[in-house]
């Protein structure tokens, strides 16, 4: 996940973790001469993993591990753990996915072949739809302000009130909302548009399937009326 928010070129030295490397086993089983860029060797290169994305990925759970654990007891920590990962995925991911979904069943709708043509480019649709997509989006709308309810049975031996992890879960999704802004305020003030490219090379298997062989990302700074600065990875 965080290789793919870095080809969106919203984090810092976003190419090097959004690039590929060398996995540690493909290494020891081949040759020095084997070794080439994946977009120099497209069909025969060793395998790669986001090493990069992996060490941020691992930085950031050593420190939740941290700052959770070593203040309360392992018991509170779990489940302030488990509500956090349950609180970004399930709900926050989940509900702008079914916002996005909403927004694309109505904009084929309202503008029709002048809109992104939701209806022409998907292969199936569900049972009454666009009934579930509309119910989906007013039970997960829901749930972010729920989880605020006071339970009607408090364990004893917490060590935090009950609306911490809620609050906690509130904060880091309102800091994502921020780092969003920020970056597009710096695009303002800067007078630069940030664009991203990004070219799958696709090939098909002998099962007659598409196998995305590499992809080849490109962050662009377009000045307000100046040259582009292009960065490739």
Request: glycine share 6%.
């Amino acid at each position: 996940m965080k290789q793919e928010i870095a080809k969106e070129a919203i984090l810092p030295w976003s190419l090097q973790l959004a690039s590929g490397s060398d996995s540690l086993l493909s290494r020891f089983s081949s040759s020095s001469r084997d070794r080439k860029p994946a977009y120099r060797n497209i069909d025969n290169h060793l395998e790669q993993v986001p090493m990069g994305a992996t060490f941020l990925h691992w930085i950031f759970e050593i420190l939740l591990v941290l700052l959770v654990g070593i203040p309360v007891k392992p018991s509170t920590s779990y489940r302030i753990l488990t509500f956090l990962k349950t609180f970004s995925i399930v709900i926050v991911l989940g509900l702008l996915t079914v916002l996005g979904l909403a927004y694309l069943k109505i904009d084929s709708w309202i503008r029709g072949n002048q809109g992104r043509k939701w209806y022409m480019k998907v292969a199936w649709r569900p049972w009454l739809d666009p009934l579930p997509t509309f119910v989906a989006c007013a039970a997960l709308t829901f749930l972010p302000f729920a989880i605020f309810a006071r339970p009607s049975k408090i364990r004893p031996d917490d060590d935090l009130p009950y609306w911490v992890s809620p609050f906690v879960g509130w904060a880091v999704f309102l800091f994502g909302v921020m780092w969003w802004l920020g970056l597009r305020f710096m695009q303002w003030r800067g007078r630069w548009e940030l664009v991203r490219r990004r070219v799958p090379y696709i090939e098909i298997d002998h099962l007659g399937e598409p196998v995305m062989m590499a992809e080849f990302v490109e962050h662009e700074r377009v000045p307000v009326g100046g040259n582009i600065r292009m960065r490739r990875g």
